[in-house]
């Protein structure tokens, strides 16, 4: 018996699920109890040249993955399409699917969970805050304590940018610059600096822990573009910093949601998270506050969060049977 | 059908357990797909007072806990005996134990686990950070990842006296009395300030991560207790922190621990947990460095990770019919 892999979009993380699969090999087969066989890799540009054995198929077409009859598929495509046709699709032919696509996974996650139901598993941990286990703690860890309120740092490039700004000084273009140059930054940083990357992640964390989302309208979602000078002066001589926060909690029964800049006192949980990292501080009604932190995004980290959400849908659901 | 629970021992964390059974009912119901019923108590002595419904049966004797053929034991005692010799009886029995007793477990730890094999499933989340889920994070979504080291502040009343010395400049006595005055520390602190505690936890981690413990007597243990007043000011100086850490890695293939005080530079995952909470970072192979921070002790966190493992082997285990 052997576990039928597929691989959609070979960009950076496709090729970091590609690169775990391979070095991982004898670790993963003990795990799931079976070798895994990858059998097919889909790719917009066929004439690209690739590093791959010749063994691997490669393919632009997605009927021809579909037909090697993968028991899971990868998505690692950008954007909402065709990324959710896709998953679609293989839910329908019961395969189970894991992405790290969080513009579409927020937009259609609901609909690919509601129909995937309990007979085929989902994974998209790498959504959030690249291989930093937030979604599996609180479904899996947490399971008996209700999360009475989320507060994260979601955008590592925000992120990097305000601690720059604010530990060496520089203005925000400068530290825009910096971080295009270290590869923290896209060339067209629109979805970064102005929040609306830590909004879709804000909108999977409350699928995920209240079940729905608030109405996309309704939620404040500011980014870090238009803070003053002054207000970096004025945080700074209180001790405390400017940090991009999306958080969420319930108040008289209703969703409560806001993306934007704010002033960090030092007693904060998330004070100390400067970088690149991600993080999150949660309260839960047993457990009380706790804070996770780690990787916001890079080739490896997000694509261990898929090859970890696919040994635990390996393990928690049945796969076919290909002797 | 029901699920039976019994408590051995009802201190703090006891009473706890009891408590989040009878809050989270409806809940835990829900999610472990039958009732839950609190089928026996275990207490050292009988004629003392508790507010308890007269519905529970609380006995002095072990005999009469196992007579109710409970699912699952919840174990709230202190020190090796009788919790190690009750586990072993409930396992024989293929009953299931939650244990939150760190000493016995640092000791029996490796004999329970391999005399409960596959069929029982043993519960420890609540032996090493309370609620804070660092043993779950690691078995359980960091599977595909190798830990390759791990650095921790596993001992909250030291780490409060040290954040008390640092931040308020206290001396030593006097923050100890402090933190006894405030209940974070016992009356006989030396469990806490000489190491022993972290040490337990460590070697909890150790069995946990690689499956073995490294010979006691190998393990460099130095507590908080000798640490002079010019390392105090030497640390603030560089502008660094003195924190009481374990660590453990591998290193030629030999496993290297130590429980000791160690100056952390602003640059370390560690530096910004103060006062009484507890902290993990490590390393893992895909992952990267992660951050794990939470509360170290106290009545719910503790009995949250307790049922939070409860519900985790009513999961992944069968249990016993009862009609």
Redesign the interface.
Known sequence: MTIKAAILGFGTVGQGVYQ?LQT?RD??TK?AGAPIELCGILVENLSKERELPYSVFVTDQYEQILAQQPDVIFEAIVGEEPGFSYLTKAIDQHIHVITANKVMFANHGNHLLTQAGERVGIGYEATTA????IL??IT??????SITKVEAILNGTSNYILSSIQSEGRSFQDALEEAQKRGFAEADPTNDIKGYDAFYKLMILSQLIYRKQPSWETVLCEGIDQITADQFINAQQQGSKIRHIASIEVVNGKLNASVKPQVLPPSH?L??VDGVDNAIHLI?D??????????GA?Q??T???M??DF??ILQSYPVKQHI
């Not at 690249?130 to 286990?133: E, F, K, S, Y």
């Not at 009380?288 to 990787?295: E, H, V």
């Open positions: 775990i991982k670790h993963l795990l690249a291989g930093t286990p599996g703690t899996r860890l947490l399971q008996v304590n949980g004070y100390p839960g047993l457990v009380g506050p706790l804070t996770l932190r780690g990787a890079g490896l980290p694509a261990s969060a090859v970890e040994l635990y």
